[in-house]
C-alpha cells in the first residue's frame, strides 16, 4: 500500500492506491484519520463486487449485473456537469495522476483482436467508482475522490482550489490538468497498444459493424462518474457529429481527432 499526503499551497488531503480488477484504484479523502477505516470499507466493497459478478460475461451484461447490484439505471441521458471546472495550474498537487504506460497497455490490451466493443451505458468501473466515492463521503463526513481506471467520481466537498484531475494523450505524452469542484471525469482513449500512429476499431454491438473511430481520445466532465462514463461511449458511437451532443447535453468534453487536434465543448478550459 502507498500512501501520499499533498500539502500544496492550497490543498491538503491523503490518497492511498493499489490495483483493483487489473485497473488502477486511487482512493483521496480530504481527512487523513478517515483514510484507514475508509479504505478498507471500499476494498471490503470492491471483493464483494467482484466476488459476485462473473468477469466471464460479456462486458455490456457484466456491466449490467453490477448497475443492478449497487441501485444504479443505465437508461436515461448523461446529466450535465453542475459544478465548476478549469484549468490548473501546473505546479499544483494532482489529486489524480495520468495511468502509467504498463497500465495503458494493459487496457488496451484487453480489447478484442478484431475491434474494441463499444456499446451505449456506463462502464462498470464508472459504477463503482461513484458508488464508493458517495459511501466514503456518507460514513466518514469528509471530501472524497475515487479513481478506477479511466473513472474520477468525487463526493463531499473539495478541498480549496477543487479536485486536480490529469488527463494524458498516449502518443504525444502531453498532459492535460484541470480542477473540479466536484462530480465526476471520465476519458477514453482509442489508440491501439504499440501503434500510437494507428487507432482501434470500434465494433457496434447493434448492429455488429466495424468502424474507425474519429476521435484517438475522449473526455467529458459530468454529474457522475455513470454520466460520465455513458456519454464518453455515445460520444465515440457518433462520430464527428459528438462535439453538437455534447453540446447540447450541456457537458463540458475534451476531444482529440486523429491528428492530434483537441476540440474543447462547453466550458472545457483551454490552456495556454
Do not use: K
Not at 27 to 44: E, G, I, K, S, Y
Amino acid at each position: 500500500m502507498t500512501i501520499s499526503l499533498h500539502t500544496g499551497i492550497r490543498t491538503a488531503t491523503v490518497s492511498t492506491e493499489w490495483t483493483a480488477w487489473d485497473a488502477p484504484f486511487r482512493l483521496v479523502v480530504t481527512d487523513p484519520w478517515a483514510m484507514h477505516h475508509a479504505r478498507l470499507r471500499v476494498t471490503d466493497l470492491v471483493a464483494a463486487l467482484a466476488a459476485s459478478v462473473d468477469r466471464r460475461l460479456p462486458v455490456a451484461r457484466r456491466d449490467e449485473r453490477l448497475a443492478e447490484m449497487l441501485g444504479e439505471a443505465l437508461a436515461g441521458p448523461p446529466r450535465p456537469f453542475p459544478y465548476g471546472i478549469a484549468a490548473a495550474p501546473a505546479e499544483a498537487d494532482v489529486h489524480r495522476a495520468a495511468p502509467a504506460p504498463w497500465q495503458q497497455a494493459f487496457t488496451a490490451a484487453t480489447r478484442a483482436r478484431h475491434g474494441w466493443s463499444v456499446a451505449p451505458g456506463p462502464a462498470a468501473q464508472a459504477l463503482l467508482a461513484q458508488r464508493c466515492a458517495e459511501l466514503v463521503a456518507e460514513e466518514f463526513s469528509c471530501g472524497v475522490l475515487v479513481a478506477f481506471g479511466d473513472h474520477v467520481a468525487t463526493s463531499g466537498l473539495a478541498p480549496v482550489g477543487g479536485w486536480r484531475v490529469q488527463l494524458r494523450d498516449a502518443p504525444t505524452a502531453s498532459t492535460t490538468l484541470v480542477a473540479i469542484d466536484g462530480g465526476a471525469i471520465s476519458s477514453v482513449s482509442c489508440v491501439r497498444p504499440g501503434r500510437p500512429d494507428r487507432l482501434q476499431p470500434l465494433v457496434v454491438p447493434a448492429t455488429g459493424r466495424t468502424v474507425v473511430p474519429a476521435w484517438r481520445s475522449v473526455a467529458v466532465a459530468a454529474a457522475d462518474a455513470p454520466a460520465a462514463s455513458a456519454a464518453c461511449t455515445g460520444a465515440l458511437l457518433r462520430g464527428a457529429g459528438a462535439p453538437a451532443w455534447l453540446a447540447d447535453l450541456g457537458l463540458p468534453a475534451l476531444l482529440v481527432d486523429a491528428h492530434g487536434v483537441t476540440h474543447a465543448v462547453r466550458n472545457w478550459p483551454v490552456q495556454s
